[in-house]
């Protein structure tokens, strides 16, 4: 789909990089010449997914531990890629927590533990790096890891609905501001996209069937559909692009939304039954 080396020569850190979307996104940006850099809490996976990511990109792979809570930390890793691999020019803010629960059941704790992750770790992360391009005179890019309910909400994942919305205005306020420092941050929507931590603590069992038969495309996600979105929108070629968000979810978040979508379960014969009151009505 891209020319050989879209990437190359970019250093990406990817927050939570050692598992699901955010492993899938490294190893996309690897096989399109980037040097990667993952970093998240388990020192364990980060040092196993280095270990595997490294079979096809020997000295490109990089891995840290990192807790995206603590401004001291990010600032710390952020010198400390420098030393050892270069200036980090891509940020990807993919790192967030999550569970299901109606949302009277949740303790003060709980929603900071999901707040605190997803919307300060985000800002965390912009901000340490933001000073650090603003004051070297590097163009970087950011690219955020939202939601489509981001824009729309959702019962039983509040906090993470406004931690992400709270991403969604940043991407949008800084795209602006930081526009004159040659900084563009776009972001990705995704809907449903099976990976382990997300369908653990967000897929109520048996479920998984209705939830897919409401997406248009009757699927969920490929997680190269995604790679190759991220990898699009980080390339140098797409620099105009700034302060977007863009939805990927086979139309699921439009479905719930369009007033009439439902009647796609009308049988043919209502549609007939239908067809001749309006006729009616028009003749009338
Ligand atoms: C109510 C709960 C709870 C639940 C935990 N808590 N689970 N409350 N219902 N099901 C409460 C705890 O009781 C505690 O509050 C507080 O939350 C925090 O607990 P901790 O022990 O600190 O954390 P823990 O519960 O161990 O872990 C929470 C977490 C963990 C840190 C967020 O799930 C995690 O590491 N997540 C990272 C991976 C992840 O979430 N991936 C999914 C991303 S998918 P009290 O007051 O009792 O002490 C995504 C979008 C998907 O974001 C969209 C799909 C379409
Ligand atoms: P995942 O595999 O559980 O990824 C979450 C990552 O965040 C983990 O690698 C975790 O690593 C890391 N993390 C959590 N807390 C952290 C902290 N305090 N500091 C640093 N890293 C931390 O889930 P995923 O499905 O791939 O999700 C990736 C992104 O896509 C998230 O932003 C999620 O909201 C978004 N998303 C996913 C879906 C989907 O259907 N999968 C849909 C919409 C949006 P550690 O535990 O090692 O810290």
Known sequence: MFKENLLREKIVLITGGGTGLGKAMAQRFLELGAIVVIA?????????SVEELSANAKDRVFGYPLDVRNYLDVQALIEKVKIDVGMINILVNNAAGNFISPTERLSPKAFDVITDIVLKGSINCTLALGKAWIENKISGRVLNIATTYANSGSGYVVPSAVSKAGVVAMTKSLAVEWAKYGI????????????????????????EKV???????????????????????????????????????????????????????????????MEQQVRKANTK
């Open 40 to 48: 998240s809490r388990k020192e364990d996976v980060i040092k196993k």
């Open 184 to 207: 563009t941050m776009n972001a990705i929507a995704p809907g449903p996209f099976p990976t382990k931590g997300a369908w653990e603590r967000l897929m109520p069992p048996g479920l």
């Open 211 to 273: 939830m897919i038969n409401r997406i248009p495309l009757k699927r969920v996600g490929k997680h190269e559909e995604l790679t190759n979105l991220a990898a699009y929108l980080l390339a140098d070629e797409t620099n105009y692009i700034n302060g977007e968000v863009i939805t990927i979810d086979g139309g699921e978040w439009l479905q719930g939304a369009g007033e009439f979508n439902f009647l796609e379960q009308l049988p043919s014969e209502a549609w007939d039954a």
